[in-house]
């Protein structure tokens, strides 16, 4: 069965932008869907890098697990971004981990068939390039955000990227939610910090007016320049 009954809504993710329905149609026949519920997860070991995801919905992060048991966040991908082989590296015998931090539709289609389409679909290797320098954007905004400067700066920079990456402006206010299912264990592993000073940092930041933190474990920045003042 065809991924969506509509090749058409595929183009509301930036991988399939512009493309035209004959393409997107052969696409849409090539892929089929899966659904990730949060907190699932999805080993990619180098028996299964012949498949490639494509997030349709949701926020998930790639993971590699560490030696002593914990994990190693990689990345935070959202709608558009694309996962497998082609993007995690196709000699990699280490196993990396999909984790859903919502519930997350997923796009799978075999690799190589994803690379003729490629080779055969000028948009969507333009589109692709376009994701994938995105992605690299965003790892060194990440890291520039790691560099020099103390935890509390480290968590409100990440803040900051985040609500830039993937903020829903609040109409009639200055308000930015970040769509994104965040516990202080997240962010306490995207900082290098220990959990108790991520929830000692939120608090303050939450006393100050700065951000609020909803039952749903999602962050509203109740200022952008507030919080870009205190990096």
Same mark, same amino acid.
């Given at each position: 069965m065809p991924a969506n009954p509509d090749p058409t809504t595929l183009r509301r993710l930036n991988l399939f932008r512009g493309m035209g329905l004959p393409h997107l149609a052969v696409l849409n026949g090539l892929m089929r869907r899966h659904v990730l519920p949060a907190g699932g997860r999805i080993v990619m070991t180098d028996q299964l890098d012949d498949t490639v995801y494509v997030i349709q919905k949701g926020v998930v992060r790639i993971v590699r697990e560490q030696?002593?048991?914990?994990?190693l966040l990689l990345a935070l991908l959202g709608p558009g971004e694309v996962i497998g *082989? &082609?993007?995690l590296g196709e000699t990699s015998t280490v196993a990396?981990?999909?984790? *859903? &931090?919502?519930e997350t539709?997923?796009?799978?289609?075999?690799?190589?068939?994803?690379e003729r389409c490629i080779q055969t679909m000028p948009e969507l290797s333009v589109n692709l390039a376009g994701v994938?320098?995105?992605r690299v954007q965003f790892a060194n905004d990440r890291i520039e955000a790691l560099a020099g400067v103390d935890v509390r700066a480290r968590i409100v920079r990440h803040l900051l990227l985040l609500a830039r990456e993937?903020?829903?402006?609040q109409p009639g206010s200055d308000c930015v939610r970040i769509p994104l299912r965040l516990t202080q264990g997240d962010l306490a592993r995207m900082v290098g910090a220990s959990r108790v000073r991520v929830n000692h940092t939120l608090s303050e930041l939450r006393r100050h007016r700065v951000v609020e933190m909803c039952?749903?474990?999602?962050?509203?920045?109740?200022g952008m320049a507030a919080l870009?003042?205190?990096?």
């Open positions: 030696c002593d048991g914990g994990e *082989a &082609l993007t990396h981990s999909i984790l *859903a &931090l919502d539709q997923l796009l799978w289609i075999d690799r190589h068939a994803f994938l320098a995105r993937y903020g829903e402006p039952a749903d474990h999602h962050v509203m920045v109740l870009e003042k205190l990096c």
